[in-house]
């Protein structure tokens, strides 16, 4: 009994609880190691990823109706970014700079933007099925949207659906506050009410305002597409990704300590409610922005956080980064899919990841099932 006591003193000392303390095992040479490792992983993970983003972009750029040549696709880059003259035809150099190049781009920011919302908006409510449109911000950026669409007024789109996912933000946060103190529970409710509001009213306007081809680009609208993206929609939601998707990535280590709850967090030194408070709004005007140039686009920020975390694990600074590369890679090769699978008919990209996040998301809850009992 003398001896088995030490041992069993050592199999104790070396074991580490789950999370953010895992990083402060018993030895202090693992650490480190481990948490180069990690990184080194992360990193190698996401200079793969954006090889093949790259790749992605540049089979969006040459498939479709009229095949390009990658030739061809540099000389319409080249002459625009560095003059000289396009040695293609004004047709096809439309087709590579006013049509398929921007249209790829935008795809692929909303789909990094969205990838990352969902991993926070998971992150902050302790919530699986959470995504970025958690908080009513599809269904109000909708409305506003919907709003202008059958005013005739589409060059209003984005400012009244950005407008609209706010409203709806503040209206999910005001709800929740009025119920008692913040928390994850209480947010993802109202958030529920105010989503179904919004939806409620924009079902109203549509039944009492739409009609024929107003129908049918509300309807594009609101399954989710990227047909009408142009250089201002790169500009749109390249800037706010730059500005908010960035810092939102970089907030892993917050991530982490908030994993546990408020209490660990605040012990760990985070200022829980003003952290809580300023990701939120980071989420919400991001996605704001991002729905503003592609409607509302499912599944993203829901499936491929889960995917990622099954590749790397659940460290957080480790999640975002890589969801971010993933979540672009999927958006631009799923738009690609509805661009190109029912020539000359083009799907909204919201049908395809649907169709295709949905029986993904299935098999990761049949995967991961014992973790979730």
């Given at each position: 009994?003398?001896?088995?006591?030490?041992?069993?003193?050592?199999?104790?000392?070396?074991?580490?609880?789950?999370?953010?303390?895992?990083?402060?095992?018993?030895?202090?040479?693992?650490?480190?190691?481990?948490?180069?490792?990690?990184?080194?992983?992360?990193?190698?993970?996401?200079?793969?990823?954006?090889?093949?983003?790259?790749?992605?972009?540049?089979?969006?750029?040459?498939?479709?109706?009229?095949?390009?040549?990658?030739?061809?696709?540099?000389?319409?880059?080249?002459?625009?970014?560095?003059?000289?003259?396009?040695?293609?035809?004004?047709?096809?150099?439309?087709?590579?700079?006013?049509?398929?190049?921007?249209?790829?781009?935008?795809?692929?920011?909303?789909?990094?933007?969205?990838?990352?919302?969902?991993?926070?908006?998971?992150?902050?409510?302790?919530?699986?099925?959470?995504?970025?449109?958690?908080?009513?911000?599809?269904?109000?950026?909708?409305?506003?949207?919907?709003?202008?669409?059958?005013?005739?007024?589409?060059?209003?789109?984005?400012?009244?659906?950005?407008?609209?996912?706010g409203l709806a933000l503040v209206a999910s946060l005001?709800?929740?506050?009025?119920?008692?103190?913040?928390?994850?529970?209480?947010?993802?409710?109202?958030?529920?009410?105010?989503?179904?509001?919004?939806?409620?009213?924009?079902?109203?306007?549509?039944?009492?305002?739409?009609?024929?081809?107003?129908?049918?680009?509300?309807?594009?609208?609101?399954?989710?597409?990227?047909?009408?993206?142009?250089?201002?929609?790169?500009?749109?939601?390249?800037?706010?990704?730059?500005?908010?998707?960035?810092?939102?990535?970089?907030?892993?280590?917050?991530?982490?300590?908030?994993?546990?709850?408020?209490?660990?967090?605040?012990?760990?030194?985070?200022?829980?409610?003003?952290?809580?408070?300023?990701?939120?709004?980071?989420?919400?005007?991001?996605?704001?922005?991002?729905?503003?140039?592609?409607?509302?686009?499912?599944?993203?920020?829901?499936?491929?956080?889960?995917?990622?975390?099954?590749?790397?694990?659940?460290?957080?600074?480790?999640?975002?980064?890589?969801?971010?590369?993933?979540?672009?890679?999927?958006?631009?090769?799923?738009?690609?899919?509805?661009?190109?699978?029912?020539?000359?008919?083009?799907?909204?990209?919201?049908?395809?990841?649907?169709?295709?996040?949905?029986?993904?998301?299935?098999?990761?809850?049949?995967?991961?099932?014992?973790?979730?009992?």
């Open positions: 009994m003398t001896n088995a006591r030490p041992a069993l003193a050592s199999r104790t000392s070396t074991r580490v609880a789950p999370g953010p303390a895992a990083d402060v095992p018993a030895h202090e040479g693992r650490p480190a190691a481990h948490r180069d490792r990690a990184t080194t992983r992360t990193w190698l993970l996401v200079a793969i990823g954006l090889a093949v983003l790259v790749l992605a972009l540049l089979v969006a750029v040459l498939v479709g109706p009229a095949a390009l040549t990658p030739a061809e696709v540099w000389s319409s880059v080249r002459h625009h970014m560095l003059g000289g003259e396009a040695t293609l035809s004004t047709l096809r150099d439309a087709i590579v700079w006013e049509g398929r190049l921007p249209r790829a781009l935008t795809a692929a920011a909303v789909g990094a933007g969205l990838a990352v919302c969902g991993v926070v908006m998971q992150a902050l409510t302790r919530n699986p099925l959470a995504d970025p449109y958690l908080l009513g911000l599809s269904s109000g950026a909708s409305l506003g949207a919907v709003s202008v669409l059958l005013l005739g007024l589409t060059v209003l789109l984005p400012v009244a659906a950005f407008a609209g996912a005001a709800l929740a506050g009025t119920l008692g103190a913040l928390t994850p529970t209480r947010t993802v409710l109202a958030g529920l009410a105010v989503s179904q509001l919004a939806a409620a009213a924009t079902s109203l306007v549509i039944f009492w305002s739409a009609e024929g081809d107003s129908y049918r680009e509300v309807l594009t609208w609101l399954m989710g597409s990227v047909a009408g993206a142009g250089w201002s929609s790169v500009a749109i939601a390249g800037v706010a990704l730059l500005v908010l998707g960035v810092p939102l990535a970089a907030a892993g280590n917050v991530l982490d300590a908030m994993t546990f709850g408020d209490h660990a967090a605040s012990a760990l030194g985070v200022p829980v409610e003003r952290v809580r408070w300023g990701l939120l709004g980071a989420v919400a005007l991001l996605t704001g922005a991002l729905v503003s140039v592609s409607g509302s686009i499912g599944f993203v920020g829901l499936v491929l956080p889960h995917a990622v975390r099954a590749i790397v694990g659940s460290r957080h600074r480790a999640v975002l980064p890589v969801s971010a590369v993933a979540g672009a890679i999927v958006l631009v090769l799923a738009d690609t899919l509805a661009r190109t699978a029912f020539e000359p008919r083009e799907l909204p990209v919201g049908v395809v990841t649907a169709a295709l996040g949905a029986p993904a998301f299935a098999w990761l809850l049949h995967r991961t099932r014992r973790s979730l009992t």
